[in-house]
Nanobody
Framework: QVQLVESGGGLVQPGGSLRLSCASSGFTFASARMRWYRQVPGKEREFIAGIGSTGLRNYADSVKGRFTISRDNAKSSVYLQMNSLKPEDTAMYYC??????WGQGTQVTVSS
């Protein structure tokens, strides 16, 4: 079955960086569109970044220029490099595959 496992979250100071990873299995990763979302309690899950099978990327305006999504098809993994982090980036971050499958999430907290 499809599995998505996120990692790399944690506590970081404002202005710092984190790199999230999402390891996947159970589907043909190389042809799948992958996305990152985030969610804070009481709010809807928010799209952050997506990457297609050709490597074409798109981003939410709130993270454009600070976050970079990438993929490694050999490892069936997608990554989210987050730079210049702000307190408002604090959320649970989720990996999504094929607009259908979700991981369990990894918590990112930006605080001094």
């Amino acid at each position: 079955q499809v599995q998505l496992v996120e990692s790399g979250g944690g506590l970081v100071q404002p202005g710092g960086s984190l790199r999230l990873s999402c390891a996947s299995s159970g589907f043909t990763f190389a042809s799948a569109r992958m996305r990152w979302y985030r969610q804070v309690p009481g709010k809807e899950r928010e799209f952050i970044a997506g990457i297609g099978s050709t490597g074409l990327r798109n981003y939410a305006d709130s993270v454009k220029g600070r976050f970079t999504i990438s993929r490694d098809n050999a490892k069936s993994s997608v990554y989210l490099q987050m730079n210049s982090l702000k307190p408002e980036d604090t959320a649970m971050y989720y990996c999504n595959a094929l607009a259908t499958y979700w991981g369990q999430g990894t918590q990112v907290t930006v605080s001094s």
